[in-house]
């Protein structure tokens, strides 16, 4: 063996920069599943049926066009770490060199490059070329943009691909159509709407489930909602099916929730696009020539495309930036544990009920009910960010740390400090009032910040201005928001602070450490 060909859970791309100028003789294809990736946080059973049965596709696929795969399936072997695995077969076949394109996991690279070094096997770091932008090209970019700010890198890739440019001018006459994009429904709901597309569970995916509930069975989530993509074809089906049935009204309602219907307007090709299933390119390319097709409005043409090219990639080169030193940041000081509802959403709180249960059964969320829902009540609570990077990384299908780190620290918790976003995303229950029908049966009124029926997150909300007046009363974006507390007398700014104690007192005495096993 001349090359042992690494392939990690979320690189299922044909065209990866792992698999040039392979020799099908002599160069080895290595994939394995072992139980430290599904338990180093505790995993939702769909996420690890999903990169299993993803994985073991694409193994076969492989094979069939005549490359030597080593596949270690779950349960058939001893291996607890990947680092195990690859120990036991380097002592095996003995390779020259070990070749992995850029891992999604700073700990998985931390962890390849160590077991390569005390084996003296040498190591090919390849760049992924699945990305638009590259690591190497991200920090050049970063040097002349001295704030980082998502809005001037969207621009950079926008005038890079020509993605919606007519002669270095957006289409449309603006960059971004965001505030034409926050619609909520009427009292009458969303109306009717497609089914999530399901897919027919193969041999494969069956003998995961199993082998999921064998191994996994105190994990949080069931295994028998299969509704993502783990196929190439699959995945290219569900994107033409989005832009049939759901882009052209995705714009004007990305940001609305409702009840019973978790899924609404959203694509739902995060999974395909972070397990490499689908590329940006291609999804922008079918995006753009449904613009074109007139199929879809400018606003959710926008929208759609700045989250593929413009998010999607801001948080990938802020990742590799700044790790490993990312994942410490804590510039709030936040320390409280996650109370113990999210991972049963056992609360009397509709939105955070609703939002959670969904997420059980399917382990999918849309962005707002991930940073305005989820999110925010723990940042308003005050839970330690890495307890909550922790539960998003187990929690949700689509969550590799390159992406979902940034999301959670930066845009979420603000616990980088205004490195990633440029205010804390903070808002009291009318926020979620206002977007959804939750709070139309839930017995906690939006509008009050104390007593009984009070709204715990607008109690949170006023009590989180209160503890951070000083960082943020002159803070230009929400400056606005700290002046209202003038509004709010002493003895009323002291009810507040006690009934929110009161509410940390309960979260906390409902917490268990349940984060890492």
Known sequence: MKKLIVILGDQLNLDSTALEHLDTQQDCVWMAEVPHESEHVWSH????????????????TLRKRGHWVIYH??????????????????????PDTLT??????????????????????????????????????????????????????YRYVR??????????????????????NRTSFSSQGPGILLKPRTIKANTTTVRVRLAVDKAFTAHPGSTENLIWPITRTQAQEALHEFIDNRLYSFGRYQDAMWTGHPFLFHSRLSTAL??????????????????????APIQSVEGFIRQVIGWREFMHGIYWMHMPDYIEHNALGANLPLPDFYWSAATDMVCLHE????????????????????????????????????????????????????????????????????????????????????CSSCRYNPANATGDDACPFTTL?????????????????????????????????????????????????????????
């Open 159 to 180: 005038k890079k691909t020509g993605a919606l440019m007519d002669n270095n001018k957006p289409i449309g006459g603006q960059w971004n159509f965001d505030q034409e």
């Open 45 to 60: 059973k769909a996420r690890i049926v999903l990169f299993l049965s993803a994985m073991r596709n694409f193994s076969k």
């Open 274 to 295: 972070n397990l490499k299933l689908l590329s940006p390119a291609e999804v922008v390319s079918a995006t753009l020539e449904a613009w074109n097709k007139q199929q």
């Open 355 to 438: 939002t959670i249960g969904q997420i059980l059964q399917y382990g999918y969320a849309h962005h707002i009910q991930r940073l305005m829902v989820t999110g925010l009540f723990a940042l308003l609570l005050g839970v330690d960010p890495k307890k909550v990077h922790e539960w998003y990384l187990a929690m949700f299908v689509d969550a590799v740390e390159w992406v979902e780190l940034p999301n959670t620290l930066g845009m979420s918790q603000y616990a980088d400090g205004g490195l990633l976003a440029t205010k804390p995303y903070v808002a009291s229950g009318k926020y979620i009032q206002r977007m959804s029908n939750y």
């Open 100 to 153: 992995v394109v850029q891992p999604g996991d700073y700990r998985v690279l931390e962890s390849i490059q160590q077991v390569c070094t005390t084996h003296n096997i040498a190591i090919d770091i390849r760049s992924d070329k699945h990305f638009l932008v590259d690591i190497d090209e991200f920090r050049d970019w970063a040097r002349d943009d001295r704030q980082l700010r998502m809005e001037s890198f």
């Open 461 to 517: 909300y006023w009590d989180f201005l209160i503890r951070h007046q000083s960082r943020f009363g002159k803070h230009p974006r929400v400056a606005l928001q700290w002046r209202n507390l003038t509004r709010i007398d002493k003895h009323n700014r002291h009810l507040i602070q006690r009934q929110a104690e009161q509410i940390r007192v309960e979260c906390i005495d409902q917490s268990t450490e349940k984060s890492i096993l």
């Open 73 to 94: 399936k779950l349960g058939e072997h001893q291996f607890t770490t990947l680092a195990e695995a690859l120990a036991h077969d380097f002592r095996k076949y003995n």
